[in-house]
Each structure stands twice: as structure tokens, then as C-alpha cells.
């Protein structure tokens, strides 16, 4: 089975362009979870969706940032416009709630703007 | 204010020794605690879990102890391999919340 999938690997551009993170979590999952790891605040949870809605976005750093789930099989995460400080790894996980704490990661988009 | 901490960046442990990494919490409505491990340009992977209603949990050569009323857990590795190089993740979670509190993580390095 194929587990979460992100695209793409690797990002890089310029201040203010605007950048589209993208997941797929795995078949049957009914929960989302954006995660930012940096090296000073480490594993920082973005927005979580559970059956497809958002439940949680208080972790979103600001309204540069949003996330949508249009449907149980893809996420977006954009950021516009993107700033150097938003460099990092961000992480997509899925897992099924009211079964089970585990989640899952997908391998993650390292972001790098300049 | 972390709610989930590790206190050791780094532990470097011989190869064959036993590898020991703490985490501790402050909030006593967690119930749920759980170890991932990570290596290096991949996303965190599942290792071990324990349940508030118990005090250890073991699989093959990891075995997480849980001592709720000092709010303390370890991860116990034994014997440690190369193959365990890795940074570890502790995490909680409360049974009204799927959401996972993580703390800053642990890089364990094993020396052949």
C-alpha cells in the first residue's frame, strides 16, 4: 500500500512568489495533519482535517497561510506571499481517528525561499 | 510553555549497549504516549505506544516505561544497532484530542 505522498520533494523560490504544497494521504484515512519542523520550534502542527474538515487551524502562523481539503484523498497547503522565514520542511500525516493515535508521515517538502 | 519535553538534544551510545531516552509531560490529561523515529530527509515513523492504563509496553527490542505520577516515559533500547542512529520523537495525546504534542526530539547516535 502506498503510504501519505507529498509533492513536490524539494522547493525553492523567491520572496513573494506564491507556493503550493500538495498531499495525498493514505486510502481510507479520515483524518489530515500539517505539520512545520524548523530547526528552533521543531515539529509544529499547522491545521488538522478530520473527514475532510478543517478542525483545527490555530497553528497556522498567519493569513499568508491556508490549507484546503477538497476531498478524502488531497490537501493543499499554500503559502502567498512566501517570506525567507518561512523556509522549512513541512510534513503531511493521516491517520484514522477514533481508532487509533498513530499517524502516519509522508516523506515531506523541504521549502526553501530566498 | 512545551507541554511535552526532552531535555537531551543528543546521546551517543556503543554499539550492543543499551540506549535509554526520556521525555517528560506537564499535562495530566494525557493518556496516550507515543515514540517515533526519524532518520534523516524522511518524515517520522511510528516505533511504540503506551496507554496511560499501563507502565510498560514492549516490542522485540524497544520498550517504552511510563511512570504517570512523576509524568515521565522512556524509551529503552536493547541491544542498540547501527540501524538505530536516528532522532527520536516522544508525543502525547489526550482522548478528547487526536491531536499528537510533540516534544523537540532526541538525535541518538550509535558508535560501532
Known amino acids: 500500500d502506498a503510504g501519505v505522498i507529498q509533492s513536490p520533494r524539494h522547493e525553492v523560490t523567491e520572496m513573494g512568489q506564491e507556493v503550493t504544497l500538495r498531499c495525498k494521504p493514505i486510502?481510507?484515512?479520515?483524518?489530515l495533519f500539517w505539520y512545520r519542523q524548523t530547526m528552533m520550534r521543531g515539529l509544529e502542527l499547522l491545521i488538522y482535517?478530520?473527514?475532510?474538515?478543517?478542525?483545527?487551524d490555530s497553528g497556522m502562523p498567519e493569513d499568508r497561510f491556508s490549507a484546503k481539503m477538497p476531498n478524502a484523498s488531497f490537501s493543499t497547503l499554500k503559502i502567498q506571499p512566501s517570506e525567507p522565514r518561512d523556509s522549512a520542511v513541512y510534513f503531511c500525516a493521516s491517520t484514522i481517528t477514533d481508532r487509533s493515535y498513530e499517524q502516519y508521515f509522508g516523506p515531506g517538502t523541504r521549502l526553501t525561499v530566498t | 510553555d512545551q507541554q511535552v519535553k526532552q531535555n537531551s538534544p543528543s546521546l551517543s551510545v556503543q554499539e550492543g549497549r543499551i540506549s535509554i531516552l526520556n521525555c517528560d509531560y506537564t499535562?495530566?490529561?494525557?493518556?496516550?504516549f507515543l515514540w517515533y523515529k526519524k532518520y534523516p530527509a524522511e518524515g517520522p515513523t511510528f516505533l511504540i505506544s503506551i496507554s496511560s492504563i499501563k507502565d510498560k509496553n514492549e516490542d522485540g527490542r524497544f520498550t517504552v516505561f511510563l511512570n504517570k505520577s512523576a509524568k515521565h516515559l522512556s524509551l529503552h533500547i536493547v541491544p542498540s544497532q547501527p540501524g538505530d542512529s536516528a532522532v527520536y520523537f516522544c508525543a502525547a495525546s489526550s482522548d478528547s484530542n487526536y491531536q499528537l504534542i510533540w516534544g523537540a526530539g532526541t538525535k541518538l547516535i550509535i558508535k560501532p
Open positions: 482535517f478530520n473527514n475532510n474538515v478543517p478542525i483545527d
Open positions: 486510502s481510507g484515512h479520515n483524518s
Open positions: 499535562n495530566s490529561m494525557f493518556d496516550y
